[in-house]
Nanobody, 121 residues
Framework: VRLVESGGGLVQAGGSMRLSCAAS????????MAWFRQAPGKEREFVAA????????YYTDSVWGRFTISRDNAKNTVYLQINWLKPEETAIYYC???????????????WGEGTQVTVSS
């Protein structure tokens, strides 16, 4: 499975951004998908995930109500809509995938290379 993120960049605090992750390789539609992020000097952390149907989503507490994860299986793409960005959310955002929702949230096998999101104050 190959994952390629896009959509990062520079945004002001309070702004919005939509990240995309294009998947190729194995049967994307049967995989659960997730987004993680790693801020400078910090460990990578889970942000959001959804099942292969898109019917169930999970978020880390700090992004509830501001981030939305979604997928378009016809396009083999997963999205992360980010609203009301905060400067402390400056990080590299990574897309990840695995067979189950439990593993994709904790220790996914497949990762993209990430896209940089920088939030200015």
């Amino acid at each position: 499975v190959r994952l390629v993120e896009s959509g990062g960049g520079l945004v002001q605090a309070g702004g919005s951004m939509r990240l995309s992750c294009a998947a190729s390789g194995q049967s994307f539609i049967t995989y659960s998908m997730a987004w993680f992020r790693q801020a400078p000097g910090k460990e990578r952390e889970f942000v959001a995930a959804l099942t292969w149907t898109g019917g169930t989503t999970y978020y880390t507490d700090s992004v509830w109500g501001r981030f939305t994860i979604s997928r378009d299986n016809a396009k083999n793409t997963v999205y992360l809509q980010i609203n009301w960005l905060k400067p402390e959310e400056t990080a590299i955002y990574y897309c990840a995938t695995d067979h189950t929702i439990s593993t994709v949230r904790s220790d996914p096998d497949y990762w993209g290379e990430g896209t940089q999101v920088t939030v200015s104050s």
